[in-house]
């Protein structure tokens, strides 16, 4: 509930927001049920937010944000290559499982949007997977090889980290599977794979 003593209520609004989404979904979604939950006018959410997708796009800012510092503060400690690609998608991982709210308006319901995302927030959505892409580039640097295009090896290896937090999230994977050793698995076949990717043709040595 929104008080005269509540001094943060853009954060309650989108506290509230993000869990109506995923309850209720994006189309559902109206000023006046977020006013509902709070117990306060709709004019009070206006004074904060144009519209449900200036809400929307908060949350993703949020959310992206978040991620960004996770993996800074990853890739920041004095650990070889194949470690840091090792955690951040742990990190991944772990975002996506502990902020479902958050996870979901970020990869799936975006579609929803009638308005396009700004260049600015594209870019800044996307800063996680630079990263990425600058540790994979890291990594096949320790072979002596330049790798051609980080950033696509990068969006595949995010595509497998999405896809199986996804199908948790959505409870599609079998229960006699246990979690913990399903995520392990995935995550070492994943960096394998771009182990194996490292002798193609795709990369070349990088010059003596």
Sequence with gaps: MLTPTTTDYRRQILDVARHLLIEDGYKNLSMRKIARQLACSQGTIYLYFKNKDDIFYALIDEGTEQLYRDYQ??????????????QI???????????????????????LLKKRFSQ?????????????ANTLSNYAAESGRTLSDCF?????LWAAMHGLVTLIIARRIDTRLAQEILIEQAIA????????????????????
Excluded: V
């Excluded at 600015?120 to 990425?132: C, G, H, K, N, P």
């Excluded at 076949?189 to 003596?208: D, E, V």
């Design 73 to 86: 503060t990853i890739l920041t400690a004095p650990n070889a290559p194949r470690t840091h690609l090792e």
């Design 189 to 208: 076949r994943a960096l394998n794979g771009f182990c194996y990717t490292i002798t193609q043709n795709n990369l070349t040595p990088t010059p003596s």
């Design 89 to 111: 998608c742990r990190a991944y991982i772990h975002f996506g499982l502990t902020n479902p709210g958050y996870y979901e308006t970020m990869y799936i319901l975006l579609p």
């Design 152 to 156: 696509m090896e990068a969006t595949i």
């Design 120 to 132: 600015e927030q594209y870019r800044r959505a996307r800063r996680f997977l630079d990263l990425t």
